[in-house]
């Protein structure tokens, strides 16, 4: 099951999406950390630390924008295979889990192992805001497994219609 095209695709596209979700409400809409914090509270004190901290994000994002044209370009390709199941409930369950992966495994490797930032960084909770990032990621990535194995979700052995034949004749070359 998870190796099939649509999954894999929704996959990328979640961890992608799931980044973007991160950089955009945590590093700049509430302003809580960037990738690499300068200081203990991840507030700059200089021009030259918050161009650092800018230019780093910049970096992060562009990271996220290649890894979700990635998966756009895995999900053209396994709309295109004409035995790719057309499958709403995997897509989304797929594209959960692969959100719930970054999650998980940014909370675990830049929160815990390296230290770089926290979610809440100088908080006298910082620890708990980390850990549940960690939480919140196995949750979603919990949920999309779910979605995916789902009994409603046609499985491809079934006689379920094509994500090719889904796509307008001529919108994707075959």
């Known amino acids: 099951m998870w190796k099939q095209p649509l999954i894999r695709a929704g996959l990328v596209l979640g961890a992608g999406f799931g980044g973007f979700a991160d950089g955009i409400v945590l590093h700049q809409i509430l302003g809580w950390h960037h990738l690499v914090c300068v200081t ?8 030259a630390q918050l161009q650092l901290q800018n230019t780093q994000d910049g970096f992060f994002h562009l990271t996220l924008w290649l890894i979700t044209l990635a998966g756009t370009a895995m999900l053209f390709r396994a709309a295109r295979q004409s035995d790719t199941p057309a499958r709403g409930r995997g897509l989304v369950g797929s594209m959960l889990a692969g959100w719930g992966l970054f999650n998980f495994v940014e909370g675990l490797i830049d929160h815990q192992i390296l230290g770089i930032h926290h979610v809440l960084p100088g908080h006298p909770n910082q620890l708990v805001f980390d850990l549940l990032f960690l939480v919140a990621g196995i949750l979603l990535f919990l949920l999309g497994a779910r979605l995916i194995h789902s009994p409603g979700t046609p499985q491809p052995s079934t006689s379920t219609p094509y994500a090719a034949d889904a796509i307008q004749p001529g919108l994707i070359p075959r």
Not at 40 to 47: K, L, Y
């Open 40 to 47: 203990d509270h991840c507030r700059p004190t200089s021009i």
